[in-house]
């Protein structure tokens, strides 16, 4: 559910965009109109990021339309930059004496009137996210005019969005080496970073975002960068002061609290992952926010709640597979075991191949003692997928309801010859349950011991090791291994 390389660039590169306009792109310092035309448009922006995640279906056209219009404005801003730089540069070839170079802005940079029009013609394709194109353009203007600050940029960032992740790093290198404000070299370090992370390389990625912040302490994706760093790497405790940071710039940052309340699940703290994920759903219809809260509930065994949660997942993303699934295993949970099935027969009839809700539609069969429904399903599977573990599980079960004690047997042990202590933990749990079936009560015990050896939080085989001293004539080992249960 979670994306594995959850990491933010765009709002850095508006960022530094922003800087160029109103301190590279203005010569003398800027002027008033610009400024009170950025601060119109910045107000406009605010208010569709605070209105547009919240909005009825009706209300959508309006913010569309408002984020178009000012997209437009932009893009008429741009390209009178683009013709005002062309005529300066025009000016300047008949009066070079215009230009006193003892006074030239350090942050000035004059084109040429080909460069400049290469530069306009790449962001038209980088806008049109046809990033093969944008390159050709960019490259011409770092070949043409290689101190041009913005060029290089863009070049970066066209190969980093075609994962040539190797040849922006090296543009990136190039710009924190040759930039003498820290906006472009806090920028720099900052999509170093990125690449490392989509690299898998999280420790460095650390090490450029903690640069990020240096000269950028007010850049609240490179916070949330450290602290998504931290949370790959499993370093929960670390990744939290990261996340609350972003959230101190930007009060507004749900995926921080999403992200922390995920932190604070891994330590089962669960009044805080409540908290933040209420507090992020407040913020956002998400689903991934909405399907985290469903999944926190059921893990805490509230299954109405879960239930109410996964409702409102279908109502949100009706297309939703883990909504069918969540609903139908709650009211499973509940009791409700006939209108659990129809739910997972409506889920699969919408997505016949997901195999969440095939598992779950065969294990409570098994449960009801459906074996015909199970084999049915079993024939359809693809062959790397049965053997799988726990589809080798669900075989193991079948063989034993069908009296197959020794193909059963044979599958459990399958399970056991594997590394993962977990799955090794299922092969002697199914073992037991086979030998269970057979009349074998000491054999059975010992399978159930080991299974809980090896996964000591498991209740299920602790059970049934009592269940098997119970047949022995045991009472005091079984109350000691149901005591363990209650415990």
């Given at each position: 559910m979670q994306d594995p390389y959850p990491f933010r660039y765009i709002a850095c590169f508006l960022d530094i965009r922003k800087y160029f306009f109103t301190r590279l792109g203005c010569y003398g310092g800027g002027n008033m109109f610009h400024n009170q035309w950025l601060q119109v448009v910045q107000r406009a922006l605010e208010e569709i990021k605070t209105h547009y995640p919240n909005c009825t279906v009706q209300e959508r056209p309006i913010w569309q339309s408002r984020l178009l219009q000012i997209k437009q404005s932009c893009d008429?801003?741009?390209?009178?930059?683009?013709?005002?730089?062309?005529?300066?540069?025009?000016?300047?070839?008949?009066?070079?004496?215009?230009?006193?170079?003892?006074?030239?802005?350090?942050?000035?940079?004059?084109?040429?009137?080909?460069?400049?029009?290469?530069?306009?013609?790449?962001?038209?394709?980088?806008?049109?996210?046809?990033?093969?194109?944008?390159?050709?353009?960019?490259?011409?203007?770092?070949?043409?005019?290689?101190?041009?600050?913005?060029?290089?940029?863009?070049?970066?960032?066209?190969?980093?969005?075609?994962?040539?992740?190797?040849?922006?790093?090296?543009?990136?290198?190039?710009?924190?080496?040759?930039?003498?404000?820290?906006?472009?070299?806090?920028?720099?370090?900052?999509?170093?970073?990125?690449?490392?992370?989509?690299?898998g390389k999280d420790e460095e990625a650390i090490r450029q975002f903690n640069k990020t912040v240096s000269y950028l302490p007010q850049q609240a994706d490179a916070w949330f960068n450290l602290g998504a760093c931290h949370y790959r790497l499993k370093e929960y405790h670390e990744a939290v002061p990261y996340?609350?940071?972003?959230?101190?710039?930007?009060?507004?940052?749900?995926?921080?609290?999403?992200?922390?309340?995920?932190?604070?699940?891994?330590?089962?703290?669960?009044?805080?992952?409540?908290?933040?994920?209420?507090?992020?759903?407040?913020?956002t219809n998400h689903p991934r926010v909405i399907e985290s809260i469903a999944q926190d509930y059921e893990e805490m065994g509230q299954s109405e709640q879960a239930l109410k949660w996964y409702r409102r997942l279908l109502f949100y993303h009706p297309k939703s597979s883990v909504a069918y699934h969540g609903i139908a295993w709650n009211l499973w949970m509940l009791g409700q075991r006939n209108e659990a099935f129809l739910w997972l027969k409506k889920g699969l009839t919408l997505?016949?191949?997901?195999?969440?809700?095939?598992?779950?539609?065969?294990?409570?069969?098994?449960?009801?003692?459906?074996?015909?429904?199970?084999?049915?399903?079993?024939?359809?599977?693809?062959?790397?997928?049965?053997?799988?573990?726990?589809?080798?599980?669900?075989?193991?079960?079948?063989?034993t309801l069908l009296g197959k004690f020794e193909q059963a047997t044979k599958t459990a042990e399958q399970l056991i010859e594997q590394e993962n202590d977990s799955v090794r933990a299922m092969g002697y749990y199914q073992k037991g349950r086979t030998y269970l079936e057979m009349g074998k009560i000491p054999e059975a015990a010992q399978y159930f011991q080991e299974a809980h050896h090896l996964?000591?939080?498991?209740?299920?085989?602790?059970?049934?090791?009592?269940?098997?001293?119970?047949?022995?004539?045991?009472?005091?080992?079984?109350?000691s291994c149901w005591q363990q249960i209650v415990q």
């Open positions: 008429r801003m741009l390209e009178s930059w683009a013709c005002v730089e062309e005529e300066i540069t025009q000016l300047l070839q008949e009066h070079p004496e215009l230009l006193d170079e003892g006074k030239v802005i350090e942050d000035e940079v004059f084109l040429d009137e080909s460069v400049v029009r290469q530069f306009r013609q790449g962001q038209g394709y980088y806008g049109l996210t046809m990033f093969h194109e944008a390159k050709q353009f960019f490259q011409q203007v770092v070949d043409e005019a290689p101190d041009f600050l913005l060029g290089r940029m863009y070049l970066g960032l066209t190969l980093f969005q075609e994962n040539k992740l190797t040849e922006a790093a090296h543009q990136f290198h190039l710009l924190r080496q040759t930039a003498t404000h820290e906006e472009f070299i806090g920028f720099a370090h900052h999509m170093l970073g990125c690449i490392y992370v989509k690299q996340f609350y940071h972003a959230l101190s710039i930007n009060e507004d940052d749900w995926e921080s609290m999403y992200y922390l309340s995920s932190c604070y699940r891994h330590y089962k703290e669960w009044e805080s992952v409540t908290f933040w994920r209420l507090a992020s759903y407040e913020k997505f016949p191949t997901n195999v969440d809700l095939l598992f779950s539609y065969v294990w409570l069969s098994l449960s009801q003692g459906e074996t015909h429904a199970v084999q049915k399903v079993l024939q359809t599977l693809p062959t790397d997928l049965i053997k799988q573990p726990l589809w080798l599980v669900v075989r193991s079960r079948l063989f996964v000591n939080h498991w209740k299920d085989p602790l059970f049934f090791k009592g269940i098997c001293h119970l047949v022995e004539g045991k009472p005091e080992l079984t109350q």
